[in-house]
């Protein structure tokens, strides 16, 4: 199922004012740990799946990627990145990451933030990159954590004054659908367990070079009680693969 909530004008005017989409990559609290694992992207043609509003692929341009593609489900998410960007070395593409068709080989590097737990079959996907990757190639992503994923609530439990009391797991080995609530109701994900997203990574063909649960930067945590919360269950998950 290729579900675009993005383009509803209401889930897409409340995701804008966003922390991470007013200020960009260093809005978003595991940006620190995703940047020190960028591969060299001198001369490097890259690849963004789920480019949102096109952080990444100007950040990748900007450290001298001779060329970068964008692709988002988006419309809207495709109209504000070519907004954002004046730069001829990048592009971007308005289809579903499930239907992308490139060259083999094509890609030096292939990145893609907080998309694949909106995709269905991952392997599949993960399929399609390392044919699109040249041998040597990087493969760098972020996705819900599964701790995260594992019920559709994805809330804390609170006591009766609204304070946090815990994280609850639940189904965790129960992988599939999850309707959830992000900005709206019924927002579709795909929960998968942390074996799934390594072991498939490595039925397609890929070494992993690097598996991170990352944290907000000190800075974020210091200046948000919310944020604090973030050091008592992991949120998102990074991957590092290579071809």
């Known amino acids: 199922m290729k579900q675009n909530k993005y383009d509803d004008d209401h889930f897409f005017s409340v ?6 989409s007013v200020n960009g990559l260093e809005g978003a609290g595991e940006w620190h740990i995703l940047r020190s694992l960028m ?7 890259v690849l963004d799946l789920g480019c949102g509003f096109g952080w990444h692929c100007r950040y990748a341009s900007e450290q001298g990627a001779e060329s970068v593609i964008g692709v988002d489900i988006s419309e809207k998410m495709i109209e504000k990145a070519g907004e954002m960007t004046a730069d001829e070395q990048i592009s971007y593409l308005n289809l579903p990451i499930e239907d992308i068709a490139f ?6 590097v292939v990145l893609s933030s907080l998309a694949f737990h909106y995709v ?5 996907v993960c399929n399609k990159i390392y044919r699109y990757l040249k041998p040597g190639g990087t493969f760098l992503f972020s996705v819900e954590h599964p701790i995260f994923t594992s019920r ?5 439990y ?3 004054n609204g304070n946090r009391l815990h994280w609850a797991v639940d189904h965790y080995q129960s992988e599939g659908q999850r309707k959830t609530s992000f900005l709206t109701d019924n927002v579709i ?8 997203y390594i072991n498939t990574l490595i039925e397609a063909g890929f070494t992993i070079r690097a598996v991170k ?8 945590i210091k200046n948000s009680s919310e944020m604090k919360d973030e050091l008592r269950r992991p949120m998102f998950l990074i991957l590092l693969a290579e071809k």
Request: proline letters at 10%.
């Open 213 to 220: 649960e990352p944290i907000p930067a000190k800075e974020m």
């Open 152 to 156: 559709e609530e994805q809330d804390w």
């Open 120 to 124: 269905q079959s991952f392997a599949e």
């Open 158 to 160: 609170y006591d009766e």
């Open 15 to 20: 995701y804008e004012n966003m922390p991470r």
């Open 39 to 45: 591969p060299d992207f001198k001369n490097k043609a």
């Open 189 to 196: 994900k795909y929960h998968r367990t942390l074996s799934t």
């Open 103 to 108: 060259l083999p080989s094509q890609f030096d």
